[in-house]
């Protein structure tokens, strides 16, 4: 069965930096584009990233949030750098339904992994 | 940028049908996936490509997508079903969600 586990969350100062790793299985990994969501405490949902054959990123985490994925690990990362308050968080991996996001959406989630930034 | 507007909150007595809606123009010319989410869970894709239910989703939740406005109806609400409930499309190379609407089962 298809699992996403992810893991790196923890407490960083503003200004700091974390990675997140995603770690796939259950699946054809190279057949699948893959996202990372965003959920602020007590708040919606906010998408940040994805990553197939291209790469792009919401406004709010362009140029200090990097994707990347690995297909011989099976595994999607996420760079965070200059981390802000407002980057505090549960941070979701996620893969699309089918091969697309755009087509069908995000079929499977993990558990998540909370990133809190605080002096 | 491409904004979907949801209600803040659907109340539904148990057993009866509630609607949630989705606004933004031409959303009828999008494919529009909803998610399920409980406290303390990740979401789940209950509705796909706009009529689309995955396995495992139960026949009570369907969907319709049509000029300005999208909708998720659950019927016969159960008491399972209270839960936050997310609209998401896809614009400009982005993943857009609505703010979520709280279902109430009364």
């Known amino acids: 069965q298809v699992q996403l586990v992810e893991s790196g969350g923890g407490l960083v100062k503003p200004g700091g930096s974390l990675r997140l790793s995603c770690a796939a299985s259950?699946?054809?990994?190279?057949?699948?584009?893959m996202s990372w969501i965003r959920q602020a405490p007590g708040k919606g949902l906010e998408w940040v990233s994805y990553i197939g054959t291209y790469t792009d990123y919401a406004d709010s985490v362009k140029g200090r949030f990097t994707i990347s994925r690995d297909n011989a690990k099976n595994s999607v990362y996420l760079q965070m750098n200059s981390l802000r308050a407002e980057d505090t968080a549960v941070y979701y991996c996620?893969?699309?339904?089918?091969?697309?996001?755009?087509?069908?959406?995000?079929?499977?989630w993990g558990q998540g992994t909370l990133v809190t930034v605080s002096s | 940028s491409y904004e979907l507007t949801q209600p803040l909150s659907v109340s539904v007595a148990l057993g009866q049908t509630a609607r949630i809606t989705c606004g933004e123009n031409n959303i009828g010319t999008k494919n529009v996936q909803w998610y399920q989410q409980k406290p303390g869970q990740a979401p789940v894709l209950v509705i796909y490509?706009?009529?689309n239910r995955p396995s495992g989703i139960p026949e009570r939740f369907s969907g319709s997508n049509s000029g300005n406005t999208a909708t998720l109806t659950i019927s016969r609400a159960q008491a399972d079903d209270e839960a936050d409930y997310y609209c998401q499309v896809w614009d400009n190379s982005n993943v857009v969600f609505g703010g979520g609407t709280k279902v109430t089962v009364l």
């Open positions: 490509r706009e009529t």
């Open positions: 996620a893969r699309a339904w089918e091969s697309s996001i755009a087509a069908t959406g995000l079929g499977y």
């Open positions: 259950g699946f054809r990994f190279t057949d699948y584009q």
